[in-house]
């Protein structure tokens, strides 16, 4: 594309969403486009380093008031995006791309007209009728009465929503719009730009449903922080990778979980705290290794197995290396990204109340034993070979500025 745009990428700090964002964002740069990068404060390094012009984002965000919020309070949702639509017109920005929990740059694009994307690092999360609710992590139905149950399950949830802090949030949300002069949302799933959406997951994770002309699955955007070269275990036994949620398991019970299951199996152990700096004082099994971070690049294509909680960003470089996995979730999305692993067959989910060494160990056996798993697992990572996720993204995105 030979015109060059003025691209801001805004997303939470969270590492699942703040990772494909600087991955879409350096390829954007590598085109020629402008790019300034909007997140937590604690990406700058990152961001500058690549080249990229930073912003840094309110790390706390109050519905309540309106108008200005009165200090030493955090900044209203409303202030935040009339803040940030000033700087977009000072930059000129053509396009504003946004993750889902990142509700003030979406909002100041509307506000400034900017053209808006939406970037969803997972499983797409619109509502389709016949499916299950997202992110309940239900499996979908498999005969035409159970799509007709699921269907006319969702009108009876929608007249539930008002007794929920997520019509709450919605109502909310609505009267920041009202005083920003926007409309207010005109469905439940009306955060997501009308513009353009990149779902930036694997397709065979995606259930079978009726696709918007603006939503696009790209494929998963990886993206990762330089680290030193980590050392498995000696020997030839199949590795299987634990890596611990950075969110859910303060506790690391997932780690001590899969050391005390397979501290006797003929396999080697790489497990992750993914706490840089943290020590691990607990006693190691003579087949087992533990570390503070590790480069998934560097050891997943070694694995045979990966077992995590089941955040994105670590099952999609699992399954891009074409490894199985084993997806323990303690809550939220992680249960929804195990059921979409379950059903593609490229592994298995184990839940919470089971992460037990005996349980544990019979999942870890079947995956291995099991050549399916590998095999489906395999032709999802041939796919992300051949589909770059951050370039599909950066064309959609070209082609909307045009369009």
Request: net charge neutral; charged share 20%; aromatic share 6%.
């Amino acid at each position: 594309m030979s015109e060059r745009l003025r691209v801001i990428v805004a997303t939470i700090g969270w590492t699942g969403h703040a990772f494909p964002a600087i991955a879409l964002a350096r390829e954007l740069d590598a085109r020629g486009h402008e790019v300034t990068v909007e997140s937590f404060e604690r990406w700058r390094s990152t961001v500058e380093g690549l080249g990229l012009g930073f912003i840094a984002a309110p790390e706390q965000l109050s519905f309540a008031g309106t108008g200005r919020s009165a200090a030493p309070g955090p900044p209203t949702l409303a202030q935040a995006a009339r803040d940030l639509a000033g700087v977009l017109a000072d930059l000129r920005a053509d396009v504003v791309v946004s993750d889902l929990f990142t509700l003030a740059p979406a909002l100041a694009a509307e506000v400034a007209g900017a053209r808006r994307v939406s970037l969803i690092p997972h499983p797409y999360p619109a509502h389709e009728p016949g499916l299950p609710f997202y992110p309940l992590g239900l499996l979908p139905p498999r005969t035409p009465l159970g799509m007709l149950a699921w269907r006319a399950t969702w009108p009876a949830i929608g007249t539930r929503l008002p007794n929920t802090r997520l019509r709450e949030v919605r109502a909310a949300l609505d009267l920041t719009r009202a005083e920003l002069g926007l409309g207010p949302q005109r469905d439940y799933d009306g955060q997501i730009s009308e513009q353009l959406a990149l779902v930036a997951t694997f397709p065979q994770l995606e259930y079978p449903r009726r696709w918007p002309a603006h939503v696009h699955v790209t494929g998963p955007m990886p993206f990762e922080l330089p680290h030193g070269e980590v050392e498995p275990p000696r020997g030839e036994d199949p590795l299987v990778v634990v890596a611990s949620s950075t969110e859910r398991d303060p506790e690391l019970g997932l780690v001590r979980s899969v050391l005390e299951a397979l501290e006797r199996e003929p396999v080697r152990v790489l497990a992750t705290t993914n706490r840089p700096g943290g020590e691990w004082a607990a006693p190691v099994p003579a087949n087992a290794t533990v570390v503070d971070w590790l480069s998934y690049a560097q050891v997943m294509p070694r694995a045979s197995l990966v077992v995590c909680h089941g955040g994105h960003g670590t099952i999609a470089r699992a399954l891009g290396e074409g490894v199985p996995v084993l997806v323990c979730p303690p809550a939220g999305d992680m249960a929804e990204n195990g059921a979409r692993v379950s059903w593609a067959g490229a592994g298995l989910m184990l839940p919470a109340r089971l992460v037990r060494a005996g349980p544990m160990r019979w999942a870890v056996r079947r995956l291995l034993g099991d050549r399916g798993f590998a095999a489906r697992a395999g032709a999802i990572g041939a796919w992300g070979r051949d589909n770059d996720g951050a370039a599909a993204g950066a064309s959609l995105i070209e082609r909307l500025a045009v369009g």
